[in-house]
């Protein structure tokens, strides 16, 4: 199982706002322990979703120049669960944007039905003296793990793929 | 320019909203470590929530100074910080009450200096610039 939790982006608007979708599955081993007969997607991995929605919407601000990292859940209120079959929307505002970080504005739909929604803050790693190992970079990341895929925009609307980060960024290899 | 008190008042919102901690726990007093709970994190989400707040802008290391302790290796000596690291808190941290760490000056009561009213007075200063 890869660490992905969202399947595609929908909308990209660099620097502002991204939605992306989460399609849950009775195949995710968890499911089966969460819980056994009623099986409901974990918020702690709703919240991952939003995360790396987040995530890579301020990361990109800043052509993955920093190492965002999930800092802090300030708010997170739970409306209502996610089941298999369930395609959970992520709606995400970039609120603020600096050298040390970043907060995001998110909500968590199934169809029109509200199902989590808060705040995050993101820390660039790289800003805060942590100690990361040399060869850590986030650019690096984003690329070998071929996440930039997941950016492509617009392949289930008019069928025309829009990469949200432009190809000037080159993996540093 | 708000009163003390609107600035005081602001302030208690923003570390409600910002440390989930009641209203009646953030005094003037309260230490934002010891009594109220705040981690290294929440130190950044506090700085955001001011400057969203109070419509300023705080430049980095200027609320909060960062690694006063490990910046030089004279201002700490076997845990306690030295006459030299002393003055360098008063310049850092004007705002701060660095004259009643100096009784006790262990590094760990480092974190004592920062409180409700620090913020309160770092940011009375900052507003009326």
């Not at chain 1, 608007?13 to 056994?36: I, Q, R, T």
């Not at chain 1, 003296?129 to 895929?149: C, H, K, S, Y």
């Not at chain 2, 708000?2 to 901690?21: I, M, N, R, W, Y």
């Amino acid at each position: 199982m890869r660490w992905f939790w969202v399947d595609r982006f929908l909308e990209f608007e660099s620097g502002a706002y991204a939605k992306a979708v989460k399609n849950v599955s009775l195949a995710e081993d968890h499911m089966h322990d969460h819980f056994p007969g009623f099986a409901v997607m974990p918020g702690s991995l709703i919240i991952e979703g939003i995360a790396q929605t987040g995530g890579i919407l301020l990361g990109e601000s800043t052509g993955f120049a920093h190492i965002v990292v999930l800092a802090k859940v300030p708010r997170m209120r739970f409306h209502s669960w996610a089941c298999p079959g369930d395609t959970l929307v992520y709606s995400v505002t970039l609120t603020d944007a600096r050298q040390e970080g970043g907060t995001v504005e998110a909500t968590a739909y199934v169809g029109d039905r509200l199902v989590a929604e808060g705040e995050i803050l993101f820390a660039h790693a790289d800003q805060m003296g942590a100690e990361l190992p040399a060869t850590f970079d986030q650019r690096n990341f984003m690329f070998d793990a071929g996440l930039l895929d997941i950016l492509e925009v617009g392949r289930a609307g008019d069928g025309t793929v829009e990469m949200a980060p432009s190809s000037e960024v080159s993996p540093a290899s | 320019m708000p009163t003390s008190d609107e600035v005081f008042e602001k302030v208690q919102e923003t570390l409600v909203d910002a440390l989930g901690v009641d209203d009646d726990e953030v005094t003037r007093a309260a230490t934002l470590v010891g009594d109220l709970g705040a981690e290294s994190i929440d130190f950044l989400d506090i700085v955001f929530r001011l400057e969203k707040n109070f419509d300023i802008k705080i430049p980095r290391g200027e609320l909060f100074p960062e690694n006063i302790a490990a910046a030089d290796t004279d201002f700490v000596q076997d845990g306690v910080v030295t006459e030299k690291g002393i003055s360098e808190l008063r310049e850092r941290m004007p705002h701060a009450d660095v004259e009643s760490f100096a009784a006790d000056p262990k590094v760990e009561n480092i974190q004592e200096l920062f409180t409700v009213d620090m913020i309160c007075k770092f940011l009375e200063s900052k507003l009326a610039e």
